[in-house]
């Protein structure tokens, strides 16, 4: 899915936000029980599925300008800095206590990431933002989608953030020029909106499935395929303070992650 973000770059951001979600509806429609099939959007708790979609489409749209303007290493090693903001976030608004491990996971993160985003003091690189601003949205979502889930089906969730991030997109439609998609490029669009969805229902069956001990070590994969596609198709070579900084962060969240886990909380998954 970033990679596909990162190469469609010369459309409109809303344009792909708008194609990212309306054919990520495919997945999600599948995995709806038959007899569920015109009930599944009924829901006692509006208030906080909006909540859980803005934050998310907050998240995704940073995310999508970050992957347009920065190494692709870099913004997939910056996300991994979600499991922190949401350790802030469950204390201020879920009044949890966080012990000496979590905090000191959540101070190793952040050193991290200033490391990773060290060129921006250097060059004025602004869009070194964007990813922070997706953790710190993502931790709205994992706190919402926390007790969504004790009455929500996964589905449903899912559906609400997928409806009003197509909307979002689609909206732009009326103020800025979107591009008709070469053939290519659809098939592009076709990819990056069934990776995006597919990838997200997946990790979260795999929690089910597994142990978060297990499954969180494999999802670092990710920054494995962020440095090879981003070298071999855009020539970016991460730098070695992205490397050291990308470590400390997968340090911090693996500390985080099995601590949730050992406290047999629910863990969520690392992207909106």
């Known amino acids: 899915m970033d990679i596909c973000v990162k190469w469609l770059d010369y459309y409109p951001v809303g344009q ?18 038959k007899d569920k099939i015109f009930s599944f959007y009924k829901t006692s708790r509006p208030g906080l599925h909006a909540f859980r979609a803005i934050s998310g489409a907050l998240a995704i749209i940073a995310l999508f300008l970050g ?3 920065l190494p692709l290493a870099d913004v997939v090693s910056l996300t991994f800095g979600g499991p922190i903001f949401v ?12 012990g000496i491990k979590r905090w000191s996971a959540v101070f190793i993160g952040f050193l991290g990431m200033l490391l990773i985003v060290q060129p921006a003091f250097i060059d004025v690189n602004y869009y070194y933002i964007t990813p922070i601003v997706f953790c710190i949205f993502f931790a709205c979502v994992a706190i919402s989608v926390r007790s969504l889930s004790k009455t929500e089906a996964n589905y449903t969730i899912a559906f609400y953030f997928t409806l009003l991030c197509t909307l979002l997109g689609l909206g732009t439609i009326f103020f800025t020029d979107w591009i008709m998609p070469t053939f290519i490029d659809f098939v592009l669009f076709f990819v990056l909106g069934l990776c995006g969805s597919v990838a997200n229902l997946l990790l979260t069956q795999s929690y089910r499935l597994a142990e978060a001990s297990l499954v ?3 999802k670092y994969l990710s920054l494995v395929f962020a440095i090879i596609f981003g070298y071999f198709i855009w020539s970016e070579v991460p730098k070695i303070l992205t490397l050291l900084g990308a470590s400390l962060v997968i340090a911090s969240s693996l500390i985080i992650f099995m601590r949730e886990n050992k406290l047999k909380k629910q863990i969520v998954t690392p992207r909106t």
Do not use: D, N, Q, W
């Open 87 to 98: 350790t802030i976030a469950s204390i201020f608004f879920l009044s949890e206590k966080v």
């Open 216 to 218: 969180t070590p494999i």
């Open 16 to 33: 792909v936000l708008f194609l990212r979600f309306f054919i990520g509806f495919i997945p999600i429609f599948f995995i709806i029980p």
């Open 67 to 69: 992957l347009r303007e």
